[in-house]
């Protein structure tokens, strides 16, 4: 039976209803009244915030259009929705990017996989699953192909190397965003494009030195019409532009070609420039001789004309040609990033190189010497190109950039596919950038930098789920309850029993992660860890895991590694074992991080010590098919772990189009109507319901 007076109280179980003198019965109108006054003012300061938000918004969007005159191809990425970020203003600017086949370079490194030409796409993909691969929270444009990253003060600038048209390398130009915090992003038009003689083949790598007195110079590679790599130099039409919409490119370029004894296409990729003692400016350049790859040093006053010094910063027998050299100071002593000109007895120094051979990044530590522009590592056996790798999955063409505002260095790497070409083109998009990182010198170990996301992307964190102890046995698997896998921030730590590690078997045997035969490979102290992006039955699944080696003298060797193997049913896909060593020292129980974000996952390791980046391209994990287990594959040894899993919200990328100059003056004039019509619109809204609870009352 229908209520006729739904807004009295319920009845009793007697049938009878509670009532009050008729004073009181006046009470729920001043009730009512009071709510509604109490409403009518939050709801005005939250119609005026509305208002104010859409003015703002309005205004950002209608300063990025009006401070360039000059529209270029646009960029249209898309958008998975609003995060919250963190404002700073910033400094320093850099820029990193590989090549492609004409140069020997090629981004897929291999065309055929399991026999499926790469021009073919196989089955089973549909658009559902190439939609999923798309990411949530990492950067890339919305079509085509892209590498690349830059920065700039005041906002974090993004100029990456992209082809307008199409998913493949090719016509390279330079994209352009900007951030306040690093994780969501407004795209602006084009940067630069191949138009003069010295470019006419490509913009590629450039980085970009502040000077004193706060203007921007740029330096970058240029592939001219003879395909010869010069160095060419360029600056902001306008420094007081916030946005760097336009860029000149000096009349003289290019300001540097290929030295004698250097072959027209092994000189490329100019680095951030740092000042000297005597107040020049100082630059290296990548290059090879035969097979020994080979940083070249130059010195400048005004970035026009230039001495190269004697020798080399560095050079490494049988690495081959060093692109994207990186080259900066990291504290002993402090948790903080330093500027790329600091020294002293304080400070060690990082050489980074990609090796163009292997598509690898390496780096190391030593000892950087100003009077004659060299660099000495402090362990040889790992020295650059042959030891220590930034990350052992898929991560190329890094850089780093000084950010002042929080005293902090952040790498940025670029992060290519591993599936078809064919798949690339039926996306119409490829590659992506690694979530930026902050770079730490590992006291403890002196040996390790510390890579680790940005605090930023903590921002995107929603509801968080903590598992604590879970006993993991022997051969067993345990399901973790946390909704939808697609997109997670993992923390977890493993505890072991550390009787079950004495009485471990030694073995001669040399583990690798390449060869150890992945996480279904049982041993007697692993491997363990996570599966990411797996389904229900486990057909598909993404083991990231430590595995204990103990040779025959006991002693104990940490591997962290994760295995592609079982990670895709498709066959055009790449289905590698990644990982290396990671240092665990005494005391240390073993942790990881995983940010899981679709069709990439980033692993940390003991604090950032190694770090694997891979793509994973799952047909079934999918959407809310992609589950979360606990493994133990170690038969000798039992593992608790500690867990919190956070699903991720998506970061906001603002798509850029041709249309958006229509917009801006609508927006702009829109944004006072927006403001007034906010609140009337409340306004009327609880007139209505006054009127209602009026009339509903004299029943009463």
């Not at 307008?164 to 038009?189: Q, T």
Request: glycine share 8%; hydrophobic share 35%.
């Amino acid at each position: 039976m229908v209520d006729t007076k739904p807004l009295l109280p319920a009845s009793n179980s007697d049938g009878s209803y509670l009532t009050g003198s008729r004073v009181n019965s006046l009470k729920p109108i001043k009730v009512y009244l009071t709510i509604f006054c109490g409403l009518l003012t939050v709801g005005l300061f939250a119609a005026l915030l509305i208002g104010n938000y859409w003015s703002d918004n309005a205004r950002i969007h209608g300063s990025l259009a009006s401070s360039t005159s000059k529209r270029t191809h646009p960029l249209r990425p898309v958008s998975r929705g609003p995060a919250q970020g963190v404002s700073e203003k910033t400094s320093g600017i850099w820029a990193g990017v590989s090549r492609g086949p004409a140069q020997g370079v090629s981004e897929k490194p291999s065309r055929v996989r399991a026999g499926v030409p790469g021009n073919i796409l196989p089955e089973p993909w549909n658009s559902t699953m190439l939609e999923w691969q798309r990411t949530s929270f990492h950067f890339q444009p919305e079509k085509n192909w892209m590498n690349g990253p830059l920065f700039y003060n005041g906002w974090y600038h993004f100029f990456y190397q992209y082809n307008p048209n199409g998913a493949v390398w090719g016509d390279i130009v330079w994209g352009h965003a900007v951030s306040k915090d690093l994780i969501n992003w407004f795209h602006l038009p084009l940067a630069m494009v191949a138009d003069q003689w010295y470019d006419k083949n490509g913009v590629w790598t450039g980085s970009a030195t502040i000077l004193p007195d706060g203007k921007i110079v740029m330096l970058y590679t240029g592939s001219t019409t003879e395909a010869v790599q010069v160095q060419n130099l360029a600056f902001p039409a306008n420094h007081s532009d916030p946005f760097l919409i336009d860029w000149v490119k000096y009349h003289g370029n290019p300001v540097l070609v290929p030295p004698p004894g250097i072959y027209k296409k092994d000189f490329r990729d100019p680095t951030t420039a740092w000042l000297t003692s005597e107040g020049k400016w100082r630059i290296t350049i990548g290059s090879k001789r035969d097979k020994t790859g080979i940083s070249l040093v130059y010195d400048t006053k005004d970035f026009i004309n230039y001495e190269m010094l004697e020798g080399e910063l560095h050079a490494v027998s049988g690495t081959g040609m060093w692109e994207c050299v990186d080259f900066f100071p990291v504290s002993k002593t402090e948790e903080k990033g330093l500027d790329t000109s600091i020294n002293g007895p304080e400070v060690k120094h990082v050489v980074k190189v990609s090796l163009d051979d292997d598509r690898h990044d390496y780096y190391a530590l030593g000892t950087y010497h100003e009077k004659n522009g060299s660099w000495i590592p402090d362990l040889p056996e790992i020295d650059v190109g042959i030891g220590i790798r930034y990350d052992y999955g898929i991560f190329y063409a890094s850089k780093t950039f000084y950010d002042q505002n929080k005293n902090r260095r952040v790498l940025w790497g670029w992060i290519g596919e591993g599936d078809s070409e064919a798949a690339d083109m039926e996306k119409g998009w490829a590659s992506l950038q690694s979530i930026p990182r902050t770079i730490l010198f590992d006291n403890k170990t002196g040996t390790n930098l510390l890579q680790w996301p940005v605090e930023e992307i903590e921002s995107l964190r929603l509801n968080g789920t903590e598992f604590e102890k879970v006993e993991v046995k022997a051969g067993s698997v345990v399901p973790l309850d946390v909704g939808p896998g697609s997109q997670l921030d993992i923390i977890a730590e493993f505890e072991i029993d550390k009787e079950a590690l004495k009485k471990a078997t030694g073995s001669n045997i040399t583990f690798s992660c390449q060869t150890g035969g992945g996480a279904a490979k049982i041993g007697a102290l692993g491997p363990f860890g996570i599966l990411v992006l797996a389904d229900e039955s486990l057909s598909e699944q993404t083991p990231v895991y430590f595995y204990i080696a103990k040779d025959s003298d006991g002693d104990l060797r940490t591997f962290f590694c994760t295995d592609l193997s079982r990670s895709s049913k498709a066959p055009d896909v790449d289905k590698q074992i990644f990982g290396s060593y990671v240092p665990v020292l005494k005391d240390e129980n073993l942790s990881l991080r995983v940010l899981a974000d679709h069709s990439i996952v980033e692993s940390f390791a003991q604090g950032g010590r190694t770090v694997i980046t891979s793509r994973i391209y799952p047909t079934e994990a999918i959407n809310g098919a992609s589950k979360v287990f606990l493994f133990n594959n170690a038969t000798e040894t039992c593992v608790t772990a500690s867990v919190k899993i956070w699903q991720m919200d998506s970061a906001f990328i603002r798509p850029y189009s041709d249309d958006d100059d229509d917009k801006d003056d609508d927006d702009r004039k829109s944004s006072a109507p927006c403001l007034l019509l906010c609140p009337i619109n409340y306004i009327v809204s609880c007139v209505t319901c006054l009127y209602f609870i009026y009339h509903v009352s004299k029943f009463s």
